[in-house]
């Protein structure tokens, strides 16, 4: 089965950090450009990072610019993301998918390969 295996997810305070994973099951992220999204209970899914096929182009979400980091390893067949100084309001299910570039009109049925995602809670 062709998806993404999120993890890294857990319960932290305000102010920590977390780093989560998106493995690629059955195929290779080499030619796809990687966002991360993200649903809070009773909001739209958004956009929270993306990163290019080479991994030269990056860009984030304004409410998380200057905390996360996107990053890929292609041996690792992986793309991580690096949250530091979380907020109660970044407390989401995480996901990731695959389309063809990082461009803002991408829309949706443009994504593919969707996994579970991985729950992130920040609170005391």
């Known amino acids: 089965q062709l998806q993404f295996v999120e993890s890294g997810g857990g319960l932290v305070q305000p102010g920590g950090s977390l780093r989560l994973s998106c493995a690629a099951s059955?195929?290779?992220?080499?030619?796809?450009?990687i966002r991360w999204f993200r649903q809070a209970p009773g909001k739209a899914r958004e956009g929270v990072s993306c990163i290019s096929s080479d991994g030269g182009s990056t860009d984030y979400a304004d409410s998380v610019k200057g905390r996360f980091t996107i990053s890929r390893d292609g041996a690792r067949n992986t793309v991580y993301l690096q949250m530091n100084s979380l907020k109660p309001e970044d407390t989401a299910v995480y996901y990731c998918?695959?389309?063809?570039?990082?461009?803002?009109?991408?829309?949706?049925?443009?994504?593919?390969?969707w996994g579970q995602g991985t729950q992130v809670t920040v609170s005391s």
């Open positions: 059955g195929f290779t992220l080499d030619d796809y450009a």
């Open positions: 998918a695959a389309t063809h570039s990082c461009s803002r009109y991408v829309s949706m049925p443009e994504y593919n390969f």
